[in-house]
Nanobody, 115 residues
Framework: QVQLVESGGGLVQPGGSLRLSCTVS?????????MAWYRQAPGKGREFVAA???????SYADSAKGRFTISKDNAKNTVYLQMNNLKPEDTAVYYC????????WGRGTQVTVSA
């Protein structure tokens, strides 16, 4: 059974940093073509944040460029999202995702940016 488990969320002040983790089990991590992070703010739809291909190519939403970094550790079956200079508008539930024959999602981790 494939599982994605996010962690690392929390409450942080504006300008602070968090590192989110997503650990994947039940599938050979190295066959996943693209791992991605999405987020959903209260009252809004789910939006793309960042993606990382199996070959190491990254892509970011405009809102994440220059502040967020996606990376992975194949040995740990884990993808990370380093978030720096956080803003109140980054407040959301963050989800990791990949597609392999179907969409797979974690349950999300809450990030709250507030003074």
């Amino acid at each position: 059974q494939v599982q994605l488990v996010e962690s690392g969320g929390g409450l942080v002040q504006p300008g602070g940093s968090l590192r989110l983790s997503c650990t994947v089990s039940g599938i050979i991590f190295s066959i996943i073509n693209v791992m991605a992070w999405y987020r959903q703010a209260p009252g809004k739809g789910r939006e793309f944040v960042a993606a990382l291909s199996r070959g190491g190519i990254t892509s970011y939403a405009d809102s994440a460029k220059g502040r967020f970094t996606i990376s992975k550790d194949n040995a740990k079956n884990t993808v990370y999202l380093q978030m720096n200079n956080l803003k109140p508008e980054d407040t959301a539930v963050y989800y990791c995702n990949f597609v392999y024959q179907r969409d797979y999602w974690g349950r999300g981790t809450q990030v709250t940016v507030s003074a």
